[in-house]
């Protein structure tokens, strides 16, 4: 039982991560019907930005260790929202109009671009979080003893996740993105400026990425240059699985993979982590391809 | 340009037969390695060019090949150039099973499944499925190509095992393309709806197109096989589908030309630039992104069907 609630949980961390990085796949899928491949690697950027603010500024050190990290965060997703909406401008922005393949491969070379980047700047190697600034304390929960870091991961996704939602629930700027997602040419009618709103889809979901980036980097302590497409194909697993386009169902689905894979890898085999969630991905997609949450739409003809 | 383009084909064509006379050994090595990709990208070309299927898994196929060949070879003793039509039928026979849920599904969907199939493959290659794939280390101890009793070993003599080969492959896809397969194809390609209307049985050719592109791609396997001795699992990463898919985009999506040419760049030119060496897959992102808006149809885009309307008027007797 305490093996059990152990993977449950670090299934949950692991899984508000891929929720946090599925946001992102299934805003731009919803305003744009393009999956973003270069997400998975503003995620990482995230966790390199994280690094080098984190050893470089050393916040912790200066205002405490929960201020200095919460002051990490906004940095890391400031940071990230603003290469997203460069990378909708230099990639995306050009392709509007154009069919669906050329913006695809323009999604991959901008990954591709990126991550190389990455590595001729910090270089190929695994990047090591510094574990001397983090506390290794541990929760006692009902007898259930936890790392802290999972503990806060688990509240600070949730708790992004929570204001994302009200955010494009109860706001008149999230009413106009969700608009936008149902009927561009309508939307524009309405009075919503659609390039704004795709702007703004580009800012949020990149943040919200370059946060979970941060995680997994404060989670493992270490970071290396390819994680992004790892992460980015479970988190675009976990968008599809709670129906692409459908924000709730980008979390649930997150939380519900992270916690398949984290049990699977436990109690099925460890070496086959990683092709569990791609069958999850290809079971989901032969059986119900338009996710639990989503809502079957008749193909237009 | 269009009246210089015959010429300069066959001057290429004449001209390659007798380039390993001229060229050293390594330059030969590196118009081997242009050869298999050439032969990869042209069977990815009959699914993402010919057949408009979004298809990022193709290392999986290639792999299949790869890895039957070296079975049959290394368990069984079978002689490598005779495992070329099985190891194709393995791999062409894995992508139907694969591909028959999911064919239907929509372009990018397509895309991330295949992707996902491609790391399933790979995965269940390191963890040595079913005790006969080596694991992470592979399978080593291939033996060498025998032709007529001759043992291919250099490189000048595998030059002219995978040329002919491509050579062969140009010439079959080249019929294929005018057959009514390869205009049914094209036809699902531009429009599916109004292929289905016209009565083409969408499914079977989709299928059809991406058991045959498979198969091919499992016969460059074999190929690969031979050629290296050793094949483990990182030759045919998530890397290995996104040049190809590159090389068939740049190339321009169902030109053979544009397609060869493609493969020359992209395997040729990092080998020229190796002090570059870091830096190449950095080039490819922007040059992927670059084209996609000033010449998104590729190098050489393949040019529409064209019929003489004399000769087809000849043909009646009108």
Request: charged content about 10%; proline content about 3%.
């Amino acid at each position: 039982m305490e093996e059990f609630l152990q993977q449950l949980t670090n299934g949950l961390a692991v899984g508000g991560i891929y929720a946090l990085i599925a946001l992102g796949y299934t805003m731009v899928y919803g305003v744009l019907k393009l999956i973003n491949f270069a997400h998975g690697d503003l995620f990482t950027y995230g966790a390199y930005l994280g690094l080098t603010l984190l050893t470089s500024l050393a916040l912790t050190d200066r205002v405490g260790f929960a201020l200095g990290v919460l002051v990490l965060v906004l940095m890391v997703m400031g940071l990230v929202a603003v290469l997203g909406a460069m990378l909708e401008r230099a990639a995306y922005r050009p392709l509007r109009e154009s069919p669906r393949l050329s913006a695809v491969v323009s999604a991959l070379g901008a990954s591709i671009f990126l991550q190389n980047t990455l590595m001729l700047i910090y270089g190929a190697r695994v990047q090591v979080y510094p574990d001397d600034i983090l506390p290794a304390a541990t929760l006692d929960l009902f007898g259930l003893y936890l790392p802290l870091m999972r503990v806060l991961i688990v509240l600070a996704s949730v708790a992004m996740m929570v204001a994302l939602y009200l955010f494009i629930q109860k706001t008149k700027i999230g009413t106009a993105i969700r608009a936008a997602a149902i009927d561009q040419g309508a939307a524009r009618l309405m009075g919503i400026d659609v390039n704004r709103v795709i702007l703004l889809v580009f800012l949020l979901g990149p943040a919200l990425g370059g946060a979970a980036g941060l995680m997994v980097g404060l989670y493992y302590g270490q970071v290396n240059f390819t994680m992004g497409w790892v992460y980015g194909m479970k988190a675009f697993t976990a968008a599809i699985l709670g129906g692409i386009g459908n924000i709730p169902g980008a979390m649930v689905g997150g939380l519900l993979l992270g916690v398949i894979e984290a049990l699977g890898a436990a109690y099925v085999s460890i070496a086959w982590k990683d092709a569990i969630a791609f069958c999850v991905l290809i079971l989901i997609l032969i059986v119900r391809p338009t996710g639990l949450l989503g809502e079957r739409v008749a193909d237009k003809i | 340009m269009n009246r210089f383009k015959p010429f300069v084909v066959a001057l290429i064509a004449g001209l390659l037969p007798f380039a390993p006379l001229f060229l050293n050994t390594y330059q030969v090595d590196v118009l081997n390695s242009i050869g298999l990709y050439a032969l990869l990208a042209l069977s990815l070309n009959l699914i993402l060019g010919e057949a408009g299927l979004f298809n990022m898994g193709h290392a999986a196929f290639y792999a299949m090949g790869a890895y039957a060949a070296a079975i049959l070879n290394t368990r069984y003793q079978i002689p490598i150039l005779w495992t070329l039509p099985l190891s194709g039928l393995v791999a062409g026979l894995f992508a139907l099973a694969v591909a028959r849920p999911v064919v239907h599904l929509r372009g990018d969907y397509l895309l991330i499944v295949t992707i996902g199939v491609g790391e399933i493959v790979r995965i269940a290659l390191v963890n040595d499925v079913f005790g006969i794939t080596g694991g992470a280390n592979g399978i080593f101890g291939i033996s060498r190509p025998r032709l007529f009793g001759w043992v291919i070993r250099r490189p000048e003599e595998f030059f002219y095992l995978i040329w002919g080969f491509v050579a062969l492959t140009i010439f079959l896809f080249l019929r294929l393309k005018q057959s009514r397969f390869g205009r049914a194809i094209n036809y699902l390609r531009e429009d599916e709806v109004a292929a289905e209307g016209s009565g083409i049985n969408t499914d079977y050719y989709k299928l059809a197109a991406f058991g045959l592109g498979a198969a091919w791609a499992g016969m460059a396997g074999t190929l690969f096989a031979a050629k290296m001795t050793i094949i483990s699992p990182e030759s045919f990463s998530f890397w290995e589908s996104v040049v190809l898919f590159m090389i068939v985009i740049l190339g321009g999506a169902g030109s053979i030309p544009g397609v060869l040419l493609a493969a020359a760049l992209v395997v040729g030119l990092p080998e020229l630039f190796r002090e570059f060496a870091g830096a190449r897959m950095l080039v490819f992102g922007l040059v992927m992104m670059v084209m996609m808006v000033i010449r998104p149809q590729g190098l050489l885009p393949a040019r529409g069907r064209r019929f003489s309307l004399a000769a087809s008027l000849g043909k009646t007797g009108r």
